[in-house]
């Protein structure tokens, strides 16, 4: 039996878990909004309906679906400057040093793709690709609070183009090899001779451990070899090109992927 098409069984009884992520439009790439424990799409339909008058009792006999359309909900956990100015339609300012200004209200709607990857062990896993969401502030940001905070954000779910989108069953978990769906980044962006940078993996689905391997122009550093989470930038590395491959593996085997490449200064 396979969880998500055959019925009576227990495979279809699912407890949710997934990764997040959305690409404003205009954008290259998506990004996460790290951790959801509550979301919820809601489809909706408008209808017109038609009842006939021939008898003493109106009795319905058409209807006609106006509109289709829908609403997307996320509780957002991290309280990241993207993720507030999704709350307070703002545009993001990054200063470069680590800091950033968010200039609340500077938009009148927020638009993005939504990307949704199902990871729960328990029951069918559902890979969601909505291509346009038109976000609104629906939600309230507490920051003063004795609970962890959180920011509840609602969106539109709208046609691209006529396409709303799809949702597609994924290989049921630890069947196959883990899959990539945030590429690994190193931060800092710009460190300097001496600095230590750090590889983080970004999204996987099905990865129980991973490996690093720190390149240089592409070539694996081996003298002595860089494996660790952490590099640090050593003389002659200011203008090259460093990136780190990460390799997630589980039961089934792996899967690499290599981040973008930062470019130390001197």
């Known amino acids: 039996m396979t969880a998500g098409i055959h019925s009576p069984s227990t495979k279809n009884l699912m407890i949710g ?72 339609l703002g545009d993001v300012t990054e200063d470069g040093y680590g800091g950033a200004t968010i200039d609340l209200f500077s938009r009148s709607s927020i638009i993005s793709a939504f990307r949704f990857y199902g990871t729960n062990d328990k029951g069918p896993r559902w890979f969601i690709d909505i291509p346009r969401v ?21 969106g539109e779910w709208a046609a691209l183009e006529g396409d709303f989108g799809t949702m597609t069953l994924m290989p049921e978990a630890g069947t196959v090899v883990p899959q990539n769906v945030l590429l690994p980044y190193i931060g800092p962006e710009t460190p300097s001779e001496g600095d230590t940078v750090e590889a983080f993996i970004g999204g996987w689905v099905g990865a129980s451990g991973y490996t690093y391997v720190w390149k240089k122009a592409a070539v694996a ?34 899967t690499p992927a290599t981040s973008a490449a930062i470019t130390p200064i001197a």
């Open 134 to 154: 038109i976000w609104n502030p629906s939600g309230a940001f507490n920051p003063i609070s004795e609970e962890y905070a959180n920011l509840e954000a609602t």
């Open 17 to 88: 878990k997934g990764i997040c992520l959305l690409k404003p439009e205009g954008a290259l790439d998506y990004y996460p909004v790290g951790n959801v424990p509550e979301l919820e799409i809601t489809p909706t339909v408008e209808n017109l309906e038609h009842f006939s008058s021939m008898e003493g009792t109106r009795t319905k006999d058409e209807t006609i679906v106006l509109s289709k359309s829908g609403t997307i909900r996320m509780l957002m956990e991290e309280i990241t400057s993207k993720n507030i100015a999704l709350l307070m």
């Open 221 to 254: 550093i081996t003298t002595p070899a860089e494996t660790a989470k952490t590099y640090v930038i050593r003389t002659g590395d200011a203008a090259a090109a460093i990136t780190v491959e990460v390799t997630a593996t589980n039961s089934v085997g792996s």
